[in-house]
């Protein structure tokens, strides 16, 4: 099993930066695929991006292609979303996480293990 622990939300205005953070427990940190994921009030869960087990691969939705980067740490048990040119529409709850598959997934249903989430909100 994996625990998840996410960091790094707050409050920043439309244009700015933020950088999450995820910190997964256990050996075999290395094994899992990664995802965010995040959802918006009133609004369902939706797939942000993920990354491979080495890192080497990496996918994105549309909305934030180009303005966000999924990156990880395997000697750190870390996984991280660096998001730039941030939007208001971007204000959202974001959780990280894991997945025992190997190809890049982006359904909910897929993942196996869910960090509890943090805010972010994108003032205009």
């Known amino acids: 099993q994996v625990q998840l622990v996410e960091s790094g939300g707050g409050l920043v205005q439309a244009g700015g930066s933020l950088r999450l953070s995820c910190a997964a427990s256990g050996r075999t940190f290395n094994s899992y695929t990664m995802g965010w994921f995040r959802q918006a009030p009133g609004k369902e869960r939706e797939f942000v991006a993920a990354?491979?087990?080495?890192?080497?691969?990496?996918y994105y939705a549309d909305s934030v292609k180009g303005r966000f980067t999924i990156s990880r740490d395997n000697a750190k048990n870390m996984v991280y979303l660096q998001m730039n040119s941030l939007k208001p529409e971007d204000t959202a709850v974001y959780y990280c996480?894991?997945?025992?598959?190997?190809?890049?997934?982006?359904?909910?249903?897929?993942?196996?293990?869910w960090g509890q989430g943090t805010q972010v909100t994108v003032s205009s």
């Open positions: 996480a894991a997945t025992t598959r190997i190809l890049l997934v982006t359904t909910m249903p897929s993942y196996n293990y």
């Open positions: 990354i491979s087990r080495n890192g080497g691969n990496t």
